[in-house]
């Protein structure tokens, strides 16, 4: 891929490229070094002039890394922000920077545009863990409740799904739902998260995501024993322990807008690592503690696939007709409901 490139871009490491694009270095100097960026400014600089000549917008979620998120996203945001953006861009080309399901859900609101995605296996746990059939055999044993699917699921899944929810409007939209019952998939963590704050009887499908997983109470509380002013703020992917040991808990643009309002001394992410790294240049004052986890999913995302996806306009992301139409439909529900809520 590399070689290929270079045989069209110029992407030589450059000092003197690294200080014409200051202005963007400087938004994340406290976290990439200067010979880091001199790596990174060529490609920057493809993609960006790419990007123009072909009419492309970059969509990219909060756990990309600094240098995507600051260097070539035209839009960044959590799973909602990202969903209602691709139904306002006007651009013939989308691409992706975040995992697969992300990119089907741009597809399946823009059927006739050209999605990419700069690598097809950047999938996630809690997408793997559910099928349509599981969604089927899930409603057979709670006859009548409606199943509300995080984003987080395949296309095929969504189909088989009343209505889609995302981090940011879980607990509204099992709320606003008729029903006493509600079955959420795939993520039981968000499920239980969500049923500790509703009246309503919350069933679930057992997936759970690979990062958030790992955070447990016991050494949150041990943190906190030694560093008394920490914020913890924590994603609802968490267990309800965790959950229940954070100041506040959000998705993954809720945590930044808590951080940019509160300006704790020192902030936990219990989240992602690019999240603080994403937000630490414009918060000089917050000291943000590790350690953190790392998606490996999100981090097959490199500047040099999204360089090489717009050069061979590869992958397409596709989704077959008859299921983009039912999951479009509860992804638009969704849409719909949110923004009838004002989230
Ligand atoms: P958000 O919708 O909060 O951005 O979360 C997406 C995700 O995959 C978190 O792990
Ligand atoms: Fe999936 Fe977890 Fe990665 Fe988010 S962080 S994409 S939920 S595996």
Same mark, same amino acid.
């Given at each position: 891929?590399?070689?290929?490139?270079?045989?069209?871009?110029?992407?030589?490491?450059?000092?003197?490229?690294?200080?014409?694009?200051?202005?963007?270095?400087?938004?994340?100097?406290?976290?990439?070094?200067?010979?880091?960026?001199?790596?990174?400014?060529?490609?920057?600089?493809?993609?960006?002039?790419?990007?123009?000549?072909?009419?492309?917008?970059?969509?990219?979620?909060?756990?990309?890394?600094?240098?995507?998120?600051?260097?070539?996203?035209?839009?960044?945001?959590?799973?909602?922000?990202?969903?209602?953006?691709?139904?306002?861009?006007?651009?013939?080309?989308?691409?992706?920077?975040?995992?697969?399901?992300?990119?089907?859900?741009?597809?399946?609101?823009?059927?006739?545009?050209?999605?990419?995605?700069?690598? +097809?296996?950047?999938? *996630? $746990?809690? @997408?793997?863990? /559910?099928?349509?059939?599981?969604?089927?055999?899930?409603?057979? =044993?709670?006859?009548?409740?409606?199943?509300?699917?995080?984003?987080?699921?395949?296309?095929?899944?969504?189909?088989?799904?009343?209505?889609?929810?995302?981090?940011?409007?879980?607990?509204?939209?099992?709320?606003?739902?008729?029903?006493?019952?509600?079955?959420?998939?795939?993520?039981?963590?968000?499920?239980?998260?969500?049923?500790?704050?509703?009246?309503?009887?919350?069933?679930?499908?057992?997936?759970?995501?690979?990062?958030?997983?790992?955070?447990?109470?016991?050494?949150?509380?041990?943190?906190?024993?030694?560093?008394?002013?920490?914020?913890?703020?924590?994603?609802?992917?968490?267990?309800?322990?965790?959950?229940?040991?954070?100041?506040?808990?959000?998705?993954?643009?809720?945590?930044?807008?808590?951080?940019?309002?509160?300006?704790?001394?020192?902030?936990? +992410?219990?989240?992602? *690592? $690019?999240? @603080?790294?994403? /937000?630490?240049?414009?918060?000089?004052?917050?000291?943000?503690? =590790?350690?953190?986890?790392?998606?490996?999913?999100?981090?097959?995302?490199?500047?040099?696939?999204?360089?090489?996806?717009?050069?061979?306009?590869?992958?397409?992301?596709?989704?077959?007709?008859?299921?983009?139409?039912?999951?479009?439909?509860?992804?638009?529900?969704?849409?719909?409901?949110?923004?009838?809520?004002?989230?």
């Amino acid at each position: 891929m590399r070689v290929s490139l270079k045989e069209h871009y110029d992407l030589e490491p450059s000092v003197e490229l690294a200080e014409a694009t200051r202005e963007i270095y400087d938004r994340m100097d406290r976290v990439v070094s200067p010979p880091d960026w001199a790596i990174y400014a060529p490609y920057v600089v493809a993609i960006n002039k790419l990007k123009k000549e072909l009419g492309a917008v970059i969509l990219a979620h909060n756990y990309m890394t600094p240098e995507i998120y600051h260097g070539i996203a035209d839009f960044v945001g959590d799973s909602l922000q990202l969903a209602v953006k691709a139904t306002e861009v006007e651009h013939d080309i989308i691409v992706q920077c975040g995992v697969h399901f992300m990119a089907e859900t741009s597809k399946i609101l823009n059927p006739s545009k050209t999605v990419l995605i700069p690598d +097809l296996t950047a999938g *996630c $746990s809690l @997408a793997e863990s /559910i099928t349509a059939k599981d969604v089927e055999a899930m409603r057979a =044993k709670y006859p009548g409740a409606p199943v509300v699917s995080y984003v987080n699921t395949t296309a095929e899944v969504k189909a088989a799904s009343d209505i889609c929810c995302t981090s940011a409007n879980a607990l509204q939209i099992v709320d606003a739902l008729e029903a006493d019952t509600v079955i959420m998939t795939p993520d039981q963590y968000l499920a239980q998260n969500v049923a500790n704050a509703s009246k309503k009887k919350v069933v679930f499908w057992a997936g759970s995501c690979i990062v958030h997983e790992l955070y447990t109470a016991e050494d949150i509380r041990a943190y906190r024993a030694d560093h008394p002013d920490v914020a913890v703020i924590a994603h609802p992917e968490c267990t309800p322990e965790v959950v229940a040991e954070a100041d506040y808990t959000g998705s993954t643009s809720g945590i930044v807008d808590w951080v940019q309002q509160h300006h704790p001394k020192e902030a936990m +992410l219990v989240t992602e *690592c $690019s999240m @603080a790294s994403n /937000i630490a240049d414009e918060l000089p004052d917050v000291e943000f503690s =590790k350690p953190c986890n790392m998606c490996p999913y999100m981090k097959k995302i490199t500047l040099e696939k999204v360089l090489w996806s717009l050069h061979t306009m590869s992958a397409q992301v596709e989704v077959e007709e008859q299921t983009a139409a039912k999951a479009r439909v509860a992804i638009q529900r969704m849409l719909d409901l949110s923004k009838k809520l004002g989230l």
